[in-house]
């Protein structure tokens, strides 16, 4: 009885004082799962991203895919790692490929996907139409390093970027005049307040469609898009503060062999068509593009802005 207190005493000796503490953090066998999004800088993942991450995992000999987790974004900053308990399976050179979450892509990622042949689609609006809604924002990152044994903790940091083109959508609305002396303001009606002749007749926010052409509705696990040509339709809103309708920032797939379109509609009819040629979308990391419509010109002008800079004014062809 004694020897057998002597080889427990001498066990619990070998291990960390805090295991010992019960503060599993500090123990051997756990994967401690870091998230960086380098900008300026920086690390802004975690004032950039507010949405649960998926984190596959990969044999990186054979690119094969052995597990997949969803780490919740409450869970996690930048001074709290998601901890994961190693098992056997958590062994050799493993990479992991990981994605910020969205609703409007699908996640085509099933059990034994060998790496690059998982991707993210998105969905359209209406089956067949090619018109989708775009995502707010959509970040990837992988990292490879080795398990080695299982009792062994790694810490791992995931470097992000951004899969996606940021865009914006912007219109300065037309005065529409019709001669009756009367002002009709979202379906309400008053006199000038100029005094003057004529109505000015002002669409609401939701009458406005923006289309983006010129982007693609597949990305895969290695970041490469693919996929079909596709219509983005991003949400417009009014905006008290300058008058004008526009949209949030959204995030559009990178161009292959396509030009930037954009198509204004108001209650579903075409007012405006902007061949953008030989602007291409591409996720450069910063980049960001305003697209700004001056509506109060006979034929609408748009400007393409890029981080600020007007890159170019392109007259609608209607």
């Known amino acids: 009885m004694k020897k057998l207190i002597l080889i427990l005493i001498s ?43 998926h984190v596959n995992y990969y044999y990186k000999e054979s690119g094969e895919k052995y597990r997949e987790t969803t780490v919740e974004r409450a869970s996690i900053d930048i001074n709290t790692p998601y901890l994961w308990e190693k098992t056997l399976q958590d062994r050799d050179s493993v990479i992991l490929v990981s994605w910020t979450h969205d ?42 390093f080795d398990a080695g044994m299982r009792t062994q903790r790694n810490d791992v940091t995931i470097p992000f970027v951004r899969a996606v083109c940021r865009v914006r959508i912007t219109m300065i609305p037309e005065t529409v005049q019709d001669g009756s002396g009367d002002i009709t303001v979202n379906g309400g009606s008053g006199t000038r307040a100029d005094g003057g002749t004529g109505s000015v007749v002002i669409p609401h926010a939701d009458d406005y469609t923006f289309h983006l052409e010129g982007t693609r509705n597949k990305i895969d696990y290695n970041n490469i898009t693919s996929g079909e040509a596709i219509t983005l339709a991003p949400k417009a809103y009014y905006d008290e ?41 591409a996720s450069t990391p910063g980049d960001y593009i305003d697209l ?22 392109v007259e609608s062809s209607m």
Do not use: M
């Open 11 to 53: 066990a619990l000796l070998v291990l960390p004082t805090s295991c010992v503490k019960d503060d599993l953090d500090a123990c051997a066998g756990l994967l401690h799962l870091y998230f960086s999004y380098i900008y300026r800088e920086t690390n802004e993942f975690y004032s950039t991203v507010n949405t649960d991450v």
């Open 103 to 144: 609703e409007r892509v699908d996640y085509v990622e099933p059990s034994g996907t060998p790496k690059g042949e998982g991707y993210v689609h998105l969905k359209e609006i209406t089956e067949g139409s090619g018109i989708c809604l775009p995502v707010d924002d959509l970040l990837y990152g992988t990292v490879s």
């Open 241 to 281: 503060k300058t008058g004008n309708v526009t949209t949030n920032w959204f995030g559009a797939f990178s161009s292959l062999e396509e030009y930037l379109n954009v198509n204004v509609f108001i209650k579903k009819d075409q007012v405006a068509k902007f061949d953008c040629a030989p602007i291409q979308l």
């Open 292 to 313: 700004v419509i001056d509506g109060r010109y006979t034929r609408p002008v748009l400007s393409v802005k890029v981080n600020g800079w007007r890159l170019a004014k």
